[in-house]
């Protein structure tokens, strides 16, 4: 049974940049697509983009362009959240999210990973 | 870009029935579909309700989706309520190339 299996929680500083991984366990990403969506302390889900690793196709949400970048390694089935100019506002649980279609439900999630953006 | 709106709480009693919307700020909420999802502290969002008003397996019968143009929203139904179904919930949708969350609803059942 495939997992989503995310990269444990960081700490950086304002300025810096975050990685965080997201491994298809069990299994690999197929067709399918991988999205990412934040949430920031007592706060809702925010979309920041999805990859179609079969085809490396990206797309971003507006708010994040410049900043974002998804990867994904097709031989180790794992996807890949970059995030750079790190500032207080992106502390959150970063997920990851299988994602059949642009119009499908995430159908599986990874597990959270927590970044926190601190001096 | 579209924004979806939802009611920032909503207070309900064991046993009645709660309707939850999302409203679509631009363009027709019948022209992409829409979902739901359920999140309880500390874990991450389940699909209760996907394409407008379909339920995933294992996801009871007292929840049901809707979408109404007139309004151009969406809304999530929960009959019977259980304090189970205390949670925050989720509208989401997309465009050709985005996906947006409403900015979620916290459902109490008191």
């Known amino acids: 049974q495939v997992q989503l299996v995310q990269s444990g929680a960081e700490v950086r500083k304002p300025g810096s940049s975050m990685k965080v991984s997201c491994k298809a366990s069990?299994?690999?990403?197929?067709?399918?697509?991988i999205s990412w969506v934040r949430q920031a302390p007592g706060q809702g889900l925010e979309w920041m983009g999805r990859?179609?690793?079969?085809?490396?196709?990206?797309m971003y949400a507006q708010k994040f362009q410049g900043r974002v970048t998804i990867t994904a390694d097709k031989s180790t089935s794992t996807a890949y959240l970059e995030l750079s100019s790190l500032r207080s506002e992106d502390t959150a649980v970063y997920y990851c999210a299988r994602d059949p279609s642009i119009n499908s439900a995430f159908d599986m999630w990874g597990q959270g990973t927590m970044v926190t953006v601190s001096s | 870009n579209f924004i979806l709106t939802q009611p920032h709480s909503v207070p309900e009693s064991p046993g009645k029935t709660v309707t939850i919307s999302c409203t679509r700020s631009s363009g027709n909420i019948a022209s992409n579909y829409v979902q739901w999802y359920q999140q309880r502290p500390g874990s991450f969002p389940t699909t209760v309700i996907y394409e407008d008003n379909q339920r995933p397996s294992g996801v009871p019968d007292r929840f049901s989706g809707s979408i109404d143009s007139s309004s151009n929203s969406a809304s999530l139904t929960i009959s019977g309520l259980k304090t189970e179904d205390e949670a925050d919930y989720y509208c989401q949708s997309y465009d050709n190339t985005y996906k947006v969350f409403g900015g979620g609803t916290k459902l109490t059942v008191l």
């Open positions: 069990g299994g690999t990403f197929n067709s399918y697509a």
């Open positions: 990859i179609i690793p079969l085809i490396d196709m990206t």
